[in-house]
């Protein structure tokens, strides 16, 4: 399980044609860092995965201003967000950074400048 990969390097859970991905694990890896990425529309996160990012970051961590989220119907939208990632996981705001036990979500100067240091 990925989650399982503690103290073993970063995770970098988001999905492939994610501009913002993109550039952090290009200056990520520029640093040298051990990063693996996770495409969570390929590789689907598992209800423990969903559970341990909403947990971490609750309502954060769904992107509202997403066209996928106002595409959902009311019921959805509604709903928490763990079913709403578990729904369309496209959803996730991204990305989501797991380094050991730290998590960061979405990638801004503080968040590069917490995982180069």
Known sequence: MVLGLVGRGMIL???????????ALKVLAAAGKDVTFRD??????????????????GSRAVNT????YRAF???????DPEAQIAAQPAVMKRPVIQDGDRWYLG????TEAALIA
């Open 13 to 23: 859970y988001g999905i492939s044609t994610c501009d913002t991905c993109k550039k």
């Open 40 to 57: 969570i529309r390929a590789d689907p996160l598992s209800p423990s995965e969903v559970d341990a990012i909403v947990t971490e970051f």
């Open 65 to 68: 201003q997403s066209t996928t």
């Open 73 to 79: 119907n009311d019921f959805l939208k509604a709903s």
């Open 107 to 110: 990638w801004d100067s503080a």
